[in-house]
């Protein structure tokens, strides 16, 4: 069982940036890492997504252009680089981990593991 540990979540104001971290136990058998945001009263949401061997990235569009995710392969970390935050970026941040191959990157389901969150707050 892989163990995910997010942190660097906070309160900003709108326009401030943050790096969430996800650190996972092992990832030798990774497929991909994904961040999925849970804003209050509605539904976990695909934020961003990068597969691990043969790092391609992916991103919903209404962070298209302000985050980025990237890994460190030693620290066997994800890292989730927001800049220009916005009030609707607020919510509960999680990482989830997908063992085998997948389309469905940006769909919950899709992924085996999760950590337990990390809180973002933008205020205007």
């Known amino acids: 069982q892989v163990q995910l540990v997010e942190s660097g979540g906070g309160l900003v104001q709108a326009g401030a940036s943050l790096t969430l971290s996800c650190a996972a136990s092992y990832t030798s058998s990774t497929y991909a890492i994904a961040w999925f945001r849970q804003a209050p009263g509605q539904e976990r949401a695909f934020v961003a997504a990068?597969?691990?061997?043969?790092?391609?990235?992916y991103y919903a569009n209404d962070v298209m252009g302000r985050f980025t995710i990237f890994k460190d392969n030693a620290k066997n970390t994800v890292y989730l680089q927001m800049t220009n935050l916005v009030p609707k970026d607020t919510g509960d941040y999680y990482c989830?981990?997908?063992?085998?191959?997948?389309?469905?990157?940006?769909?919950?389901?899709?992924?085996?593991?999760w950590g337990q969150g990390t809180q973002v707050t933008v205020t205007p």
């Open positions: 990068i597969t691990w061997n043969t790092p391609s990235t």
């Open positions: 989830g981990t997908r063992i085998r191959r997948t389309v469905w990157l940006e769909r919950q389901f899709a992924y085996d593991y």
